[in-house]
């Protein structure tokens, strides 16, 4: 829902994106609250209706910052971690620890540790290691933890191959057919500092269809149903992660969350009532879809080069750096020029980023209105894996990032500084 105010500027949350740009500076991160309040909400809605036992658990890998995991505690989400980076995040943002899952294929002693200190909620277990690990350190402490075993599925979505995760060459999870998964649940079961409670898998990300998702739901209730007959273990939650596609271009046509979340529920309940197993707890972890479409990245543009023949390139003052995306997936998005976003388009430009590379081109092809330098763009969905995985790739400052609600605006990231780009370095002084 991109707005345009009597000014005729895109306005986001209810504030003039301009206004953003010269208060904030650009490259600016902005996020518009109310839109990520409304996705949880509508993930959450669909299981509601069906009565099903569930977590929609805030994938936060899309985007970690003490303030969003604020908002998802607001709204009585559960969020998912995947390092010590984003879990102490969650700690100094005050989320309640009960509602955290911790993920990750090679999690290290010390980010269990904090883990455990802090009583998270589940723990992903991803393989032999991992079980061997956290039985030393349970040991240990003391403790007891809820636990779930992440198995590959062997389901690959229809998605870009770069993301996917859900293939049986993947190193994410316990492998099916081997019969690794079988004794990774052994393992747990037999001891008694681990709470077994469910199965994870995960098949991918920016998935259009529901196809994939059913497909998981009835792999994890095969597993389930085999675990019960097999060991006498009763599975009370399936976790089907995340995945959920979402609109960056006009040829992209995701699902609703309510149109994934219903498919889901349905497999799971009618794949259960065949199995003979009581309807189990469904868990999604939905990242892309919650953030994505509320974020925006705003530029301003500087210099321009027109080649006879091809695209002219506009450059601008961020790139690769906060945005690797199109560098790395080739991925598109859709930028607008915030002063006019309705004015009429007169040329295809390249956006490209101030980085050093030939390939920081944040846009290949985009139509726009007549541009000059210092007008400002908003590139449009850049809310999940854009801040998250920026970097400081030629020693450019990462961004500020802004939240807007309400038609207010507050910092919630700052800007890094020159003098933060050598803030951790020591001179040499061996010789
Ligand atoms: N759960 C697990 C176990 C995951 O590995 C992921 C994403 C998610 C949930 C959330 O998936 P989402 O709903 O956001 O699609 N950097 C890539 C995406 C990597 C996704 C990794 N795992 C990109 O920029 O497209």
Redesign the pocket.
């Known amino acids: 829902p991109d707005q345009i105010n009597s000014q005729g500027h895109l306005q986001i949350g209810g504030v003039d994106s301009l206004t953003l740009a010269e208060q904030y500076g650009t490259p600016l991160v902005v996020y518009d609250v109310a839109q990520i309040r409304e996705q949880i909400h509508r993930f959450q809605a669909v299981f509601e209706a069906n009565h099903v036992q569930s977590e929609v658990s805030y994938?936060s890998?899309?985007f970690a910052a003490i303030a969003i995991y604020q908002v998802v505690n607001q709204e009585h989400g559960h969020i998912?971690v995947v390092s010590g980076g984003e879990l102490m995040t969650a700690i100094k943002a005050g989320f309640p620890m009960d509602r955290v899952t911790f993920?990750g294929n090679n999690k290290s002693e010390a980010e269990l540790r904090l883990a455990l200190d802090h009583q998270v909620g589940m723990i992903v277990i991803d393989n032999f290691y991992e079980i061997e690990l956290l039985s030393r350190l349970l040991d240990e402490l003391d403790l007891q933890t809820p636990v779930m075993l992440r198995i590959t599925p062997g389901i690959s979505a229809h998605t870009n191959e770069y993301?996917q995760?859900g293939q049986v060459d993947s190193k994410f999870g316990f492998d099916l057919g081997s019969g690794q998964a079988d004794q990774a649940l052994q393992a747990v079961l037999s001891n008694p500092r681990f709470q077994m409670k469910g199965i994870h898998a995960?098949i991918g990300?920016?998935i259009f269809e529901v196809a994939g998702f059913e497909g998981v739901a009835n792999k994890l209730v095969e597993v389930a149903k085999h675990w019960q007959s097999e060991f006498n273990y009763q599975t009370e939650i399936l976790n089907v992660?995340?995945?959920?596609g979402i609109r960056y271009v006009e040829n992209d046509h995701p699902l609703a969350p309510e149109e994934f979340v219903d498919a889901i529920v349905k497999a799971v309940k009618k794949a259960a009532k065949v199995a003979k197993i009581p309807e189990p707890g469904i868990w999604i972890?939905?990242?892309?879809?919650i953030v994505g479409p509320a974020g925006y990245n705003l530029y301003t543009v500087g210099s321009r080069k027109d080649i006879p023949g091809y695209n002219p390139f506009l450059s601008v003052d961020g790139g690769m750096g906060d945005n690797i995306?199109p560098a790395l997936?080739e991925?598109e998005y859709e930028t607008v020029l915030a002063k006019d976003p309705a004015a009429e388009n007169v040329e295809t430009v390249r956006i490209a980023g101030k980085y050093c590379e030939s390939g920081d081109i944040l846009s290949r092809s985009q139509a726009l209105p007549k541009t000059e330098p210092g007008d400002v763009l908003a590139m449009l969905d850049t809310g999940?894996?854009g801040f998250a995985?920026a970097s400081n790739y030629n020693r450019n400052p990462r961004p500020a990032v802004v939240f807007v609600e309400n038609g207010q605006s507050q910092l919630v990231i700052q800007r890094e500084t020159w003098e933060d780009m050598v803030r951790l370095d020591l001179p040499y002084e061996l010789n």
């Open positions: 994938a890998k899309a998912d993920h993301i995760t995960h990300s920016q992660g995340g995945g959920f972890e939905p990242g892309r879809s995306r997936y991925a999940a894996y995985m």
